[in-house]
């Protein structure tokens, strides 16, 4: 199994990966009345979503935006796409197969790309030539400076990215971050801010605001665990946003795949807000080879007025039952049975 050896290639590889999810902390709230309320703190991704911000009302017309939606925000490949997807067979087809819950496979295949680079610097550890596919038609710069204390390798400073393709993928813009190493364990901690990052996969073209924090260990057996906190929207710069607000994944790679738990808030532009939560007694499990009939999973969803959702997880790659409870009664929605 591949691990993250150099502090540059895993702070590049973060780096990325978070560049297409983002943020900790939660979106703002209202503040009291009176001379002497205090006001709101916004993030960026408050600040940056558009969107409906009252809670759904979940029925059999906005459920699969709603729970599709917030079930691939974990996935590089997953979110942008079905943000905006509109709910015909094919968009829901793809919600398993753009591959949600990869990170480790994500953060392994950007790390092979990168070619080591141990030489500690103050300022331009990225080279463009090497991180740009396209170079010299597409660039970057950087400001990060390193810094080593003990066992410690600590990187902070910022990104710059133009017209870059990071592999498929156009970046444009500044991705600020800090992150610290133990260069005896390769334990990972970092925090990032976008505000506003372009995407651009040729296909579809987002803006993306917000921050990021998360960590990422080795357990005993070697495998990779991960703690990601985002806080991130979506602008397909065609008026509507989606927003990822307190989204919180823990994932740890086995041997034949990823299992995850999510849990959060998320915000689509034309409905408003679901809460949802991994039942803990069914937990994510998504299989590296996609044609292994191993997939598995329950999520549970709320909106207003007792509205909920039920997302079951089928055993092969592009099942899936939405189970859809309100005061109209009980709808099954997808290609699987409960």
Request: charged share 15%; glycine share 10%; aromatic share 10%.
């Amino acid at each position: 199994m591949q691990t993250l050896k150099n502090s540059r290639e895993m702070v590049f590889a973060l780096c990325f990966a978070t560049a297409i999810f983002a943020t900790a902390c939660g979106g703002g709230g209202g503040g009291g009345g009176g001379d002497d309320a205090v006001a709101p703190v916004l993030t960026p991704a408050d600040v940056a979503y558009t969107g409906v911000r009252t809670e759904a009302y979940i029925d059999e017309n906005n459920a699969e935006a709603l729970v599709l939606g917030a079930f691939s925000g974990e996935d590089i490949e997953g979110i942008v796409p079905l943000a905006t997807a509109s709910t015909d067979a094919t968009d829901v087809l793809t919600a398993k197969s753009s591959a949600p819950y990869n990170l480790s496979v994500v953060f392994k295949q950007i790390v092979a790309m990168v070619q080591p680079d141990a030489q500690i610097k103050t300022l331009a550890l990225l080279d463009p030539a090497q991180e740009c596919f396209n170079y010299p038609s597409g660039t970057l710069s950087d400001t990060l400076v390193e810094s080593v204390s003990g066992t410690t390798n600590t990187l902070t400073g910022d990104i710059i990215y133009n017209n870059c393709d990071i592999g498929g993928v156009i970046l444009d813009g500044k991705v600020s971050l800090s992150a610290s190493i133990d260069l005896l364990t390769d334990d990972l901690t970092l925090n990032m801010t976008m505000n506003p990052l372009g995407y651009n996969d040729g296909i579809t073209n987002y803006s993306l605001t917000g921050t990021f924090s998360g960590t990422m260990t080795t357990d005993n057996f070697g495998f990779l665990v991960s703690h990601l906190d985002l806080d991130v929207t979506f602008d397909n710069l065609s008026g509507r946003t989606f927003w990822l607000n307190n989204y919180v994944i823990d994932e740890t790679e086995e041997t034949s795949g990823l299992r995850s738990t999510i849990s959060g808030r998320f915000y689509e532009h034309d409905y408003g807000f679901v809460d949802f939560l991994t039942d803990p007694l069914e937990t994510i499990f998504v299989p590296f080879n996609p044609l292994d009939s191993t997939y598995d999973g329950r999520i549970e969803y709320t909106g207003r007025l007792s509205s909920h959702a039920t997302l079951f997880l089928g055993v092969n790659q592009d099942d899936y039952c939405i189970e859809v409870v309100n005061a109209s009664g009980v709808v099954d929605l997808g290609t699987c049975v409960p």
